[in-house]
Every structure is written in C-alpha cells, then in structure tokens.
Nanobody, 115 residues
Framework: QVQLVESGGGLVQPGGSLRLSCAAS????????MGWYRQAPGKQRELVAR???????NYADSVKGRFTISRDNAKNTVYLQMNNLKPEDTAVYYC?????????WGQGTQVTVSS
C-alpha cells in the first residue's frame, strides 16, 4: 500500500508556471513507477508524464517541451514542473504509483489556466 498526497495546484495565467508535488508514504517509494495524469471536465483521464524507478521518463505529446517530471527518492516525492501553461491544460491532476499491476492514486489537485 502507498498513500499519495498532491499539492501545488492553483490558478495561473496563460504562459505561467506551476510545480506540482506528490508526497508518497507507506511503502518503498523507489520501486514504483510514478505518474501524473489529468482529467478535464467531460473528458477521460489521460497520462501526462511518467517516470520509472530508473528515472526513465515519457510524456504526452501535448506537454513535451513544456512539462518536466522528476523524482526525489530521498524525499519520497515526485514533481511535475509545468511551464508555458495553456488554457487546455486546465484539469484535475492526479498522482499515481504503479508496481506489479497495482495502481495507487492521490486525491487530485486542480490546475486552472485562465486570464
């Protein structure tokens, strides 16, 4: 079992930046593939970025070059640095932890990009 708590969401103007954090507890953080997903109103949840236990990353095409996922194993935390935000990035962002077909989710944090 792992518990995930996201933070860092909020309201930002187009072109602005936010950094999301996800603190994990309850298990061995380093073994998990960590991910950020998002869900906009009326849409399905989609993968934004993912980082493996070996720090290999992959990104959705829509955020490549703007978002960066990273992890600090000493702090049991994964981050999502979001730059040059666009209105279409508005969504609830969820942190996930995956290992051996087990998936865990945080409660989500709202990101709103609007002028």
């Amino acid at each position: 079992q792992v518990q995930l708590v996201e933070s860092g969401g909020g309201l930002v103007q187009p072109g602005g930046s936010l950094r999301l954090s996800c603190a994990a507890s309850g298990s061995i953080f380093t073994i998990y593939t960590m991910g950020w997903y998002r869900q906009a109103p009326g849409k399905q949840r989609e993968l934004v970025a993912r980082i493996t236990s070996g720090s290999k990353t992959n990104y959705a095409d829509s955020v490549k070059g703007r978002f960066t996922i990273s992890r600090d194993n000493a702090k049991n935390t994964v981050y999502l640095q979001m730059n040059n935000l666009k209105p279409e990035d508005t969504a609830v962002y969820y942190c996930s932890a995956s290992f051996n077909l087990n998936d865990y989710w945080g409660q989500g944090t709202q990101v709103t990009v609007s002028s």
